[in-house]
Every structure is written in structure tokens, then in C-alpha cells.
């Protein structure tokens, strides 16, 4: 059974550095897409950051682009989120997911963990 753990989050004063992390238990094809939506109350769910184990390119949302940097270990095993300059506007549940495709995962294809809190303070 695929299970992704997610590690990381917590509470920040806005302007400070948060870093997440998702393990996968081994790289597959069909979970080559792997990052982070983030939903916040109220508001949809949206993307955050997403990177191709396989070739390393990366994908980033519009509202955290040049603020967070995502990466992977060697064994392609661990995506790790970076995020700075964080804003209170930044805070929400974040959810790892992983799959063939951002859009697939978009769509709700794929597979996702549990979520971790992430909260910016003023």
C-alpha cells in the first residue's frame, strides 16, 4: 500500500522559513509527479510546488513562485519544500501527493498524505 509521510510544518512569525518534507516508500513511474497542494479554510485547494522525480523539473504556483524551492533526495525517495519569506496568507493545511501528473493530481488522481499544518503569523 502506497503511504506518503509528510514531516515539517508548524508555526512561523511571517517573514520566517518553513521546511517540509515527503517520503515515499520507493520512486515509481506512476507517482513520478510528487509535491504539495495546500488548502486553506474556506478557500480551494491549490497548487504549491511540484517536482518530476525522474528528470527534476519543477512546477510552481503563481502565489509561491521565487518564495519556496522544492527538491529530492538521491534515492528520489524524499521531495523537500523550502519556503521563505513566508506571509500569513501562506497558512493552510498542506498536503503531499504524488502521481502521473500535476493535472491528474488536480483532478484527483493520484495519491495524497494526510496533510500537515503550516501557520504564519502577523
Known amino acids: 500500500q502506497v503511504k506518503l509521510v509528510e514531516s515539517g510544518g508548524g508555526s512561523v512569525q511571517a517573514g520566517g522559513s518553513l521546511s517540509l518534507s515527503c517520503s515515499d516508500s520507493?520512486?515509481?513511474?506512476?507517482?513520478?509527479?510528487m509535491g504539495w497542494f495546500r488548502q486553506a479554510p474556506g478557500a480551494d485547494r491549490e497548487r504549491v510546488a511540484f517536482i518530476s522525480r525522474n528528470s527534476g523539473d519543477t512546477k510552481y504556483g503563481d502565489s509561491v513562485e521565487g518564495r519556496v524551492t522544492i527538491s529530492q533526495d538521491n534515492a528520489k525517495t524524499t521531495v523537500i519544500l523550502e519556503m521563505n519569506s513566508l506571509k500569513p496568507e501562506d497558512s493552510a493545511m498542506y498536503y503531499c501527493?504524488?502521481?502521473?501528473?500535476?493535472?491528474?493530481?488536480?483532478?484527483?488522481?493520484?495519491?495524497w498524505g494526510r496533510g500537515t499544518q503550516v501557520t504564519v503569523s502577523s
Open positions: 501527493a504524488a502521481g502521473t501528473s500535476v493535472m491528474a493530481l488536480e483532478r484527483g488522481r493520484g495519491y
Open positions: 520507493e520512486f515509481a513511474l506512476n507517482r513520478n509527479w
